[in-house]
């Protein structure tokens, strides 16, 4: 396993730190209600990055990735409201986000035993047994009255950072801004040390060609299992941030529209990289406010064959396909000669 090579590994620092410079800069430039509306993306950004971490690096494609989302948003609603039984008095943020990471984590592992132990599910496979299961989980939610049923929880409550009897509650769009946004970094910083360690080129490895990975002697099932649970617990923690801000969590949050719509962000954005997933998610966010605008009703349509078009010409996305371009080593995208000129490709180069 070669290490990144140093000038590509410059490069993509010094586009993090554009990329998050921009972003903690953008509040002295919008209004209050943008800078609230940004906070919200930046959740849908962090939920990306799970969907990213095992489709793009894995090549476990979910349709029901928002089931993760959902829990999180519901478990820190029901916990931040003193709704859950026994625990009524625990109504700490910090309880909540806990609940939310693991609740969906626990589920994951769960499910993640049937689906890769037990059937060996993976490819299109997967992705209708993770569609099934985010309709079912939408009806359920939509049935159960504890829950809310159709209508949902309502009232939740700002984070609250404080203790010990102290309330701080973040509520103003400005410092909510920021505490989402430093949310978002850490996670990203957290992930990207994973993709680029040894562990993140196994990852790739498995999905590239599982097959091979585990003739080489790796339990391929516990990996896929393993990030799999990481994602959900990622993916809950968006929820909770999101439900905090938002105020309201319903079925829909954990259901099938809402899965779509992520797998949307993330391959428009590019999902072989956090931070265009992550970027994707805000975009397109962004972008279907002003096809709304524009087309109406008609705005999904437009929505559509962008996503259409990119899958067939930009498979690497369109913000993927620009950060490619920019962190790719010199001779990439083609595949160097042998030197006996067959035309085989060399061994020991990097290949996109």
């Given at each position: 396993m070669s290490a990144v090579p140093q000038p590509l590994r410059d490069r993509r620092i010094q586009i993090d730190v554009l990329v998050w410079g921009v972003l903690l800069a953008l509040p002295f430039f919008l209004g209050e209600w943008e800078v609230s509306q940004l906070a919200l993306y930046l959740t849908y950004g962090i939920f990306a990055m799970s969907l990213a971490l095992i489709w793009g690096q894995c090549g476990l494609m979910s349709f029901g990735h928002a089931v993760f989302f959902g829990l999180g948003a519901y478990a820190m609603s029901l916990s931040t409201l003193g709704m859950l039984p026994g625990l009524e008095n625990w109504t700490s943020s910090y309880f909540g986000l806990l609940l939310a990471l693991a609740l969906p984590a626990a589920f994951a592992n769960l499910l993640g035993r049937f689906l890769f132990f037990g059937r060996g599910l993976q490819g299109a496979q997967l992705a209708i047994v993770m569609l099934a299961v985010a309709v079912v989980a939408e009806r359920l939610m939509a049935r159960w009255p504890y829950a809310g049923g159709m209508n949902g929880l309502m009232s939740v409550p700002p984070v609250n950072l404080g203790s010990f009897g102290f309330t701080v509650e973040?509520?103003?769009?400005?410092?909510?801004?920021?505490?989402?946004?430093?949310?978002?970094?850490?996670?990203?910083?957290?992930?990207?040390?994973?993709?680029?360690?040894?562990?993140?080129?196994?990852?790739?490895?498995?999905?590239?060609?599982?097959?091979?990975?585990?003739?080489?002697?790796?339990?391929?099932?516990?990996?896929?299992?393993?990030?799999?649970?990481?994602?959900?617990?990622?993916?809950?923690?968006?929820?909770?941030?999101?439900v905090t801000q938002f105020g309201f969590v319903s079925p829909p949050l954990i259901g099938f529209g809402l899965s779509t719509e992520v797998l949307i962000w993330v391959a428009l954005g590019g999902r072989s990289a956090l931070l265009t997933a992550f970027l994707g998610a805000i975009v397109v966010r962004l972008a279907e406010d002003r096809l709304a605008d524009l087309l109406g009703a008609g705005w999904l349509l437009g929505l559509g064959l962008l996503f259409v078009l990119c899958v067939i010409f930009l498979p690497r996305g369109l913000l993927g396909e620009v950060y490619w371009r920019v962190t790719k080593p010199r001779g990439a995208g083609r595949a160097p000669r042998s030197p006996d000129g067959s035309g085989a490709p060399a061994a020991g180069r990097w290949q996109d």
């Open positions: 973040i509520f103003d769009p400005l410092p909510l801004y920021y505490l989402t946004a430093v949310a978002a970094l850490v996670v990203y910083v957290l992930l990207e040390r994973l993709v680029r360690s040894e562990q993140g080129v196994l990852l790739r490895a498995v999905g590239s060609d599982e097959a091979r990975t585990g003739f080489l002697g790796y339990d391929t099932r516990a990996v896929k299992l393993r990030v799999f649970t990481l994602s959900a617990a990622v993916a809950g923690f968006a929820g909770a941030l999101f």
